[in-house]
């Protein structure tokens, strides 16, 4: 299996301008998680879908942040208008869904955006 | 919500022993441990289920507590190659299906 896919690996763009991350989990798995990473705040959990269903956004920062799931094997994380302050590690990740049981999530290698 | 791990930094010789905690103020169903590497992502290490045992493979195990909402990562007889951030992660039900991941501790294992 090719993993969890991520593009663009790395986006340098100006502030005020829309920039959209893709992902695509890994065959098969029902659910999809948007992290962001700042050396700040660490790893934050953003917004996630189960079979596709947006489950908890409260963790996107502010209206400039959305995230769809069209369909079970693509996501996209946009922002717009972008910040400096938006600057950071965007990972994707997904895990298989089983009832009652701990789920492994697997990561995809990341965005890294940077916004001047 | 957000777990807190202990140290947030330790530097080892190789072949020393470490333990690296995480703790939550809520109660717990799970706890996930992750390992990055610097500029990768975040890697699966071990899944520690409420009611479940004492994980490990290699010389990497962990514990959890679940009545202190605590558990621990025992890294023993360390090696180079276990150089990176320790990540844990909670889940708080059954099902809850996201994770609160702590802030994370800096293991650099030199030579």
Known sequence: DAGVIQSPRHEVTEMGQEVTLRCKPISGHNSLFWYRQTMMRGLELLIYFNNN?????SGMPEDRFSAKMPNASFSTLKIQPSEPRDSAVYFCASSPKIAGVGETQYFGPGTR???L | QQPVQS????????GEDAVINCSSSKALYSVHWYRQKHGEAPVFLMILLKGGEQKGHDKISASFNEKKQQSSLYLT??????????FCGTERYPGANNLFFGTGTRLTVIP
Request: hydrophobic letters at 40%; glycine letters at 4%; charged letters at 15%.
């Open chain 1, 113 to 115: 955006l940077l916004v």
């Open chain 2, 77 to 86: 007889a360390s090696q180079l190659s276990y150089s990176g951030t320790y």
């Open chain 1, 53 to 57: 269903v947006p489950i908890d956004d």
């Open chain 2, 7 to 14: 140290p947030q930094a330790v530097i080892l010789r190789e």
